[in-house]
């Protein structure tokens, strides 16, 4: 990788002077003690996340800048924060560094991460910086949830409606423009940035957690978020559940430049959109009423894609009417 | 490093295999959600730390089996929670491990972290784990505590107390028996085995945060742990404090073996107990007569150090008399 252009680097600054910059990025008043303190709102379950990402593993220089790394984790946190139905209250930071490291690298993923947590009300309050010979980020994300708004795996009941909250393959396909920009000579440039920002820029959908509690009366909801794919989603919900589901391949939303076949082929599409990961979206079973009333309240690109069933299979059923069974082995696996 | 004699790898037994198996080490009813979920008791402040080591530079094989490296890891995260003069919640650990990893090394690992938590009653509620070239270990603690009993570093007044928990200096005599097993020769079995666990098994200070709970009337505390070291850690509360102190050398608790100048000159003895780091002590500063009452309470090598003075200075006074200007210079840096 060459990060050796960039000025001075975090060894040449020294410890203290790297804590100093990066305290501009924090919460103030949490910086300074052995640990952060925060307030938990009386009577709300407290909600604990954690990931790491590894240099050369989960991102590149290829096709993620400092900046985009930084907001793709503090995103990813978030989006599991959302995905129990809770608020975020702040997010700690450990950083494994090469001493070789340019400081701007560090600014500018700071400067990522925050944009991220501004964008969702939320903050740096904590973190740890350590020497290693390849970038690592460990992020922690803390969230509140009252306990009858709080969205487990375990709790869909047959006759749920299945609520995804946007379409499915974009971040998969911005992946793919930043490999081989050829592949989308044939997209629009409104077409090619949307699919681009899906990759670098994930939102984490707390909007429709707020939406959720807004509705009345409060629905049962169960989910989880699909950043490892639609299919893992709807597949761990009904594990967890013991249900089965029926899925309608027409009803799942993907990016308009999907139907272009001169992008994709139909096999592909489908592919991409349920096994194509880091969407970030919300995967939710709730009663059909209640899935309804939260449509209106959404993006419109939100869809019904389903139902859950008593049976423990889950069906795709294609647009020839044939039912194709789901299975887990798509998903990503680390150490394989 | 070796590393390939212990059987089956992480790669072979695969990711699905290996979060089966460390599920056993983990709060049962925390896993299988997108987050861990915990009820703080109403009226309690949340307290958050987060720490990381990697293979190599915190942690070596030649000193740190791999229970060693769970062990310490977790408590000096307790330690921090401890310096907060809060009570521990939980605690998450994502993992970057090699594809060649044995998975033996992992179950030690996860064996030696709940052993140490156990200890402590609190137990692991989450984590992630990640693919790395190098074995990175980072983890996020949580505690609660009440407003009125958190202790921060910046509220030291002059004529507090200075209270140091413990011996200092061990966990680095510790440190030097691993490394250069022929400087123990002289120390009887009693001391070399003290020694050695005060480096691989600290034990973060959570019953003197109960002692302190139950004084009564509630002091005003002000403090932090000693991992960095005790100088550093009266440089760091009194610059935080806006204060400065006097350290009286012979009231500085050392191992007993260090008084054997056959084992160290009374030079070096001084030099391991400031800047050898990693004791995990807690350094508290509180009214005399509080002070006093707490050393009722804990163990009989907790010592009154000092005091804090109005002027800006940290001066140790000398055996003979003299005074010594204490420094930050030679608190551990990384980067450098």
């Given at each position: 990788?060459?990060?050796?252009?960039?000025?001075?680097?975090?060894?040449?600054?020294?410890?203290?002077?790297?804590?100093?910059?990066?305290?501009?990025?924090?919460?103030?008043?949490?910086?300074?003690?052995?640990?952060?303190?925060?307030?938990?709102?009386?009577?709300?379950?407290?909600?604990?996340?954690?990931?790491?990402?590894?240099?050369?593993?989960?991102?590149?220089?290829?096709?993620?800048?400092?900046?985009?790394?930084?907001?793709?984790?503090?995103?990813?946190?978030?989006?599991?924060?959302?995905?129990?139905?809770?608020?975020?209250?702040?997010?700690?930071?450990?950083l494994g560094l090469p001493e070789t490291l340019p400081v701007s690298w560090l600014d500018q993923f700071y400067q990522g991460v925050a944009d991220c947590l501004n964008t969702y009300g939320t903050a740096i309050i904590g973190g740890d910086l350590s020497r290693s010979p390849v970038i690592t980020v460990s992020m922690t994300a803390l969230g509140e949830v009252s306990p009858h708004q709080q969205i487990l795996r375990s709790t869909a009941q047959p006759g749920d409606a299945i609520v995804v909250t946007g379409v499915h393959g974009s971040a998969r396909a911005g992946l793919e423009l930043l490999l081989h920009p050829d592949w989308g000579q044939v997209l629009s440039s409104a077409e090619y940035l949307a699919l681009k920002q899906a990759h670098q820029r994930p939102q984490p959908r707390l909007d429709v957690i707020q939406a959720l509690q807004q509705l009345t009366p409060v629905p049962r909801v169960t989910g989880m978020d699909s950043s490892d794919g639609l299919a893992d989603a709807v597949l761990q919900i009904c594990r967890a559940s013991g249900v089965g589901a029926e899925i309608l391949q027409t009803q799942i939303p993907i990016p308009m430049s999907f139907n272009n076949t001169q992008v994709l082929t139909s096999e592909q599409a489908i592919e991409w959109a349920l096994y194509g990961g880091e969407d970030f979206e919300l995967v939710l079973c709730l009663p059909l009423p209640s899935a309804q009333e939260l449509l209106k309240r959404i993006n419109p690109t939100a869809m019904?894609?389903?139902?859950?069933?008593?049976?423990?299979?889950?069906?795709?059923?294609?647009?020839?009417?044939?039912?194709?069974?789901?299975?887990m082995q798509k998903g990503y696996q680390h150490f394989q």
């Amino acid at each position: 990788m060459e990060k050796n252009n960039l000025g001075v680097t975090v060894a040449e600054l020294g410890e203290q002077q790297v804590l100093q910059r990066l305290y501009q990025f924090c919460e103030t008043r949490m910086v300074g003690d052995d640990a952060a303190v925060l307030t938990p709102r009386a009577g709300h379950l407290l909600v604990v996340t954690t990931d790491m990402l590894v240099d050369g593993i989960h991102f590149c220089d290829r096709t993620t800048s400092p900046a985009d790394v930084g907001w793709r984790s503090a995103a990813a946190n978030l989006s599991d924060i959302a995905a129990m139905g809770a608020s975020p209250l702040g997010l700690t930071i450990s950083l494994g560094l090469p001493e070789t490291l340019p400081v701007s690298w560090l600014d500018q993923f700071y400067q990522g991460v925050a944009d991220c947590l501004n964008t969702y009300g939320t903050a740096i309050i904590g973190g740890d910086l350590s020497r290693s010979p390849v970038i690592t980020v460990s992020m922690t994300a803390l969230g509140e949830v009252s306990p009858h708004q709080q969205i487990l795996r375990s709790t869909a009941q047959p006759g749920d409606a299945i609520v995804v909250t946007g379409v499915h393959g974009s971040a998969r396909a911005g992946l793919e423009l930043l490999l081989h920009p050829d592949w989308g000579q044939v997209l629009s440039s409104a077409e090619y940035l949307a699919l681009k920002q899906a990759h670098q820029r994930p939102q984490p959908r707390l909007d429709v957690i707020q939406a959720l509690q807004q509705l009345t009366p409060v629905p049962r909801v169960t989910g989880m978020d699909s950043s490892d794919g639609l299919a893992d989603a709807v597949l761990q919900i009904c594990r967890a559940s013991g249900v089965g589901a029926e899925i309608l391949q027409t009803q799942i939303p993907i990016p308009m430049s999907f139907n272009n076949t001169q992008v994709l082929t139909s096999e592909q599409a489908i592919e991409w959109a349920l096994y194509g990961g880091e969407d970030f979206e919300l995967v939710l079973c709730l009663p059909l009423p209640s899935a309804q009333e939260l449509l209106k309240r959404i993006n419109p690109t939100a869809m019904i894609i389903g139902q859950i069933v008593a049976e423990g299979d889950v069906t795709l059923l294609k647009p020839n009417g044939e039912g194709f069974l789901l299975e887990m082995q798509k998903g990503y696996q680390h150490f394989q």
